[in-house]
């Protein structure tokens, strides 16, 4: 059983550009999250997803970021006109269906995005 | 609303000695806590779990931790480090009423000496 995978792993973008991470849940899995995680810093929850629907994106940026999780296909995290202050590490966890008891998440090896 | 503080950002131990790595939550409902840990340019590991069973966990490599809810405590300890324990160590708190929101504390980076 595969786990968590993100693509790319590493991801170089210009100033102005847009960039976009990909996150394929684990098998099963139809609950989504993506954190980020600045440099010396811990990781901070942007947005919640399930299945075409997004639950909580209280983390998100107002402006010049977007998530999504489609009915097929992996999740994807958006960000347009990236600005130096966008370099990080992104993470994505999954978690199954219904009632997760203890409320796990399995995480991915994450994306870095640098901005030049 | 939930919180976490990781009292220490950096820990520095020899080899064979014991580790200890500390950790307060704040949380108005039953928190279930973890710790993750994180070797350099890697994603996260998850070293144990508390969802309110057995207080004291036990977790992978040695490690294991302790819940003290009269303290909001959830200390993670090991008896005899070794070097591949060096790394950044999280831990974090989510529950119900957070939507699975996972709040993750500053980290702590541990440095083990020959």
């Known amino acids: 059983n595969a786990g968590v995978m993100q693509n790319p792993r590493h991801l170089v973008r210009r100033r102005g550009q847009e960039a976009r991470l990909r996150c394929s849940p684990m098998k099963g899995h139809s609950h989504v999250y993506w954190y980020r995680q600045l440099p010396e810093e811990g990781l901070k929850f942007m947005v919640y997803?399930?299945?075409?629907?997004?639950?909580?994106e209280s983390g998100m940026p107002k402006e010049r970021f977007s998530a999504e999780f489609p009915k097929e296909g992996p999740s994807i995290l958006r960000i347009q006109q990236v600005v130096r202050g966008d370099s990080a590490a992104y993470f994505c966890?999954?978690?199954?269906?219904?009632?997760?008891?203890?409320?796990?998440?399995?995480f991915g090896p994450g994306t870095r995005l640098t901005v030049l | 609303a939930q919180s976490v503080t990781q009292l220490d950002s950096h820990v520095s131990v020899s080899e064979g000695t014991p580790v200890l790595l500390r950790c307060n939550y704040s949380s108005s409902y039953s928190p279930s806590l973890f710790w993750y840990v994180q070797h350099p340019n890697k994603g996260l590991q998850l070293l144990l779990k508390?969802?309110?069973?057995?207080?004291l966990v036990k977790g992978i490599n040695g490690f294991e931790a302790e819940f003290k809810k009269s303290e909001t405590s959830f200390h993670l300890t090991k008896p005899s480090a070794h070097m591949s324990d060096a790394a950044e160590y999280f831990c974090v708190v989510t529950t119900k009423a957070a939507g699975n929101k996972l709040t993750f504390g500053g980290g702590t980076r541990v440095l083990v000496k020959p």
């Open positions: 997803l399930q299945k075409e629907n997004i639950i909580d």
């Open positions: 966890a999954s978690s199954p269906p219904g009632t997760n008891r203890d409320n796990e998440q399995f």
């Open positions: 508390y969802t309110s069973a057995a207080t």
